[in-house]
């Protein structure tokens, strides 16, 4: 298999600095329906999981984190390659697309959303180079056929349309799609929602190892626990629209300090 690209070996990333700086953001629909009062530090290479329960908030505060809807109040700043610090949301909305396109990732739970259903695979994985001003066919082509090797997509389906695809694989490809620019944060909402668990458990494997290859930072909603214990390092755990407790994975699910997480963990464990 072809090497994964390289990434960031340009870059001024500071490791014990973080990427992205979260302080108090809040976005809310009604009491409690939405998130407040939410504050962390996502460092390079770190997965932060966000999960709870259905209506606590968890996609409102991804689409806030992803610069995709204005928080009410706070303030988010990411770290550009560069070094340079960027407000998200004092920055121009074309700002925030280009940052979306270039150095973030969004992988979509439904990968209808995250892709272009009326282009080829291919393509779909060529767009963010083009983007970024790659223009030679041939270039374009052998990183589509590479990537879609490293999600584990037949080489000879790049010129296929994605809605041939299984949602597994359409799943595989919205991964290769976002990965390919060698983003530096990449969030995910229920990645492996809606597959089945044969086709989860290897798209879990999937997005382990690519994680780990190309040390990318994550912000990742999940309901699932089993998902959350095998992919993040640090969990968030949210109720009502606020973080009622914090830590790494295996502390929280090992030894849940707040009432509503141990009953998260029991339900799970309960057969
Ligand atoms: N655009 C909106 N307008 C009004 N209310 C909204 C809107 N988006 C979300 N909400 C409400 O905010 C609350 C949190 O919703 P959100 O989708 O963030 O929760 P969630 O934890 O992601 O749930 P799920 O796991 O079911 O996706 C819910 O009560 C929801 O009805």
Not at 80 to 108: C, H, K, M, N, P
Not at 223 to 229: G, I, Q, Y
């Amino acid at each position: 298999m072809a090497a994964l690209p390289s990434i960031m070996e340009t870059t001024a990333t500071v490791p014990d600095q973080p990427l992205l700086s979260v302080e108090n953001i809040s976005r809310l629909f009604g009491p409690e329906k939405g998130c407040q009062g939410v504050s962390f530090d996502l460092y390079p290479g770190e997965v932060l999981g966000i999960v709870g329960e259905s209506g606590s908030g968890k996609s409102t505060l991804l689409s806030v984190l992803s610069g995709r809807s204005q928080p009410q109040d706070g303030v988010i700043t990411y770290r550009g390659q560069q070094g340079e610090i960027i407000d998200l949301y004092s920055s121009s909305e074309a700002e925030r697309r280009t940052l979306l396109r270039t150095e973030w990732g969004f992988v979509e739970q439904n990968p209808r959303d995250g892709l272009r259903m009326g282009v080829s695979a291919g393509a779909n994985i060529g767009e963010r180079l083009m983007a970024q001003g790659v223009r030679n066919y041939g270039v374009l082509r052998q990183e589509a056929l590479d990537w879609l090797q490293h999600v584990e997509i037949d080489a000879n389906r790049i010129d296929d349309l994605p809605r041939t695809f299984s949602g597994g694989m359409q799943q595989r490809l919205q991964i290769a799609r976002n990965l390919v620019s060698s983003p530096r944060l990449v969030f995910m909402d229920e990645p492996t929602g809606g597959l089945d668990v044969s086709v989860q458990a290897r798209l879990l494997d999937l997005l382990r190892r690519l994680v780990r290859e190309l040390d990318l930072a994550v912000v990742i909603v999940t309901h699932d626990l089993a998902v959350a214990r095998l992919l993040a390092d640090r969990l968030m755990v949210m109720r009502r629209s606020r973080v009622v407790e914090s830590g790494l994975t295996d502390q929280i699910l090992d030894d849940p300090q707040h009432p509503y997480t141990q009953l998260l963990v029991s339900s799970v464990l309960q057969p």
